[in-house]
Nanobody, 128 residues
């Protein structure tokens, strides 16, 4: 079992920055696929960024490339999402998710349904 606890989030003005954290606990081998999704009411959940902790290999949605950075601590037990140059369209509930694929290639293609572990969600609001 894997448990995820998110923190961070809040309200900022356009152009501001926020950092989300996701603490991972539980038993797993030496690798885990961690992702951040976001969702606004009435829309599908969007995968924003992911990291395969073995090698710290990252992937990003086009909508956030160059603005968001996903990273992990040395132990691979906390994953961060640094969000810079925030825009009103970044407003959403952000969720941390985890899966246990064996290879990075699997982590890259996992969709929402492929992540069995989820955090509770944290709200990010960007206003003009």
């Amino acid at each position: 079992q894997v448990q995820l606890v998110e923190s961070g989030g809040g309200s900022v003005l356009t152009g501001g920055s926020l950092r989300l954290s996701c603490a991972v606990s539980g038993r797993f081998y030496d690798r885990i696929c961690m992702a951040w999704f976001r969702q606004v009411p009435g829309k599908e959940r969007e995968r924003v960024a992911s990291i395969f902790t073995l090698g710290a290999l990252t992937d990003y949605a086009d909508s956030v490339k160059g603005r968001f950075t996903i990273s992990q601590d040395n132990a691979g037990r906390t994953v961060y999402l640094q969000m810079n140059s925030l825009k009103p369209e970044d407003t959403a509930t952000y969720f941390c998710a985890a899966a246990l694929p064996w290879a990075r290639a699997e982590c890259q293609v996992l969709r929402e349904g492929g992540f069995p572990y989820w955090g509770q969600g944290t709200q990010v609001t960007v206003s003009q």
